[in-house]
């Protein structure tokens, strides 16, 4: 999870007197929803669409290329799982493009 913002507020307890002060996170994982975004988080500041066109010419069978994207990316930079399968969505509807 990363950081994003952080703040502290006075929240004023239900017993007692006083107030106690809270750090309050609010954070958010930062993982990329859409496709195109998960390429572009993890993967845009090294690659760009003439790598993505390599890739389908050197891997026509859109079946073998989803394999061999699916083991590449375990090993290079692994992004979690569901950004991998979005990263390999938006890489292979690229291709199909």
Known sequence: MQ???MSAIAV???FGTGLILVSV???SC???KEPEAAFRARCGKCHEQRDIQNWGRQRR???ARQVWLDQFL???YPP???ERALIISYIQSTIAD
Request: hydrophobic share 50%; glycine share 4%.
């Open 3 to 5: 950081l994003r913002h």
């Open 12 to 14: 004023k307890p239900a």
């Open 25 to 27: 996170l609010l954070a």
């Open 30 to 32: 930062g993982a990329a």
């Open 61 to 63: 069978d859109a079946n």
């Open 74 to 76: 375990r090993l290079h």
């Open 80 to 82: 979690p799982e569901a």
